[in-house]
């Protein structure tokens, strides 16, 4: 039993009204431009051309075919066109038209999937123990010595013309780093070193100290 579709899924992808066979769900879209998309294929042997509805800068329409072999073609603004991005072959008479092959289409088997029960996992992978207090008691490990000094953290410079920084080091690239805290500091202050090319830009966050 099929329900009418939302008036939503009409306007954006032009699924055809109307449709009760069983087939492939299948996506047929252009993008290459053009005031009115229309398509025609050999899925009712070139009867029908049925427009395609604007979605965005493409043109799209969504069909439902059976299994098998297709030649399509596009018509824009009145000429006869093929997307050369997708399949495509020339018939008897020279005409360009794209291939669309179902063949090879698998129907998902919905039952199939609701039915899966996932196996246990081992009990060997539950032999951690919890954490106890002797655990949380113990210092935190250091912090290895290349992540110390971050652009946020290097000794300040008094001079009137301030030295260029030294290139940051790989591995703080794409982390974020704070700014060691001083007692009575108002702010605290997060960054992230990015590269590009031989180029780096580092943001840095500022946000007031709650007392």
Known sequence: MHGSSPSWMQSAI????GCTEKGIPTMITWGYGGKEVAVEGSWDNWKTRIPL???????TI???LPSGVY????IVNGQWRYAPDLPWAQDGTGNANNILDLQD???EDIKSISSFEPPLSPESSYSNLPLGAEDFAKEPPLVPPHLQLPLLNLPASHMEIPPPLSRPKHVILNHLYIQKVKNGQPVVALGSTHRFRAK????????PVQR
């Open 14 to 17: 032009g699924y055809e009204d």
């Open 53 to 59: 509805q604007r979605c965005g800068k493409d043109f």
């Open 62 to 64: 969504m069909k439902v």
């Open 71 to 74: 030649q399509y073609r596009f």
């Open 105 to 107: 289409y698998v129907p």
């Open 200 to 207: 780096y830009v580092t943001v840095v966050l500022y946000k």
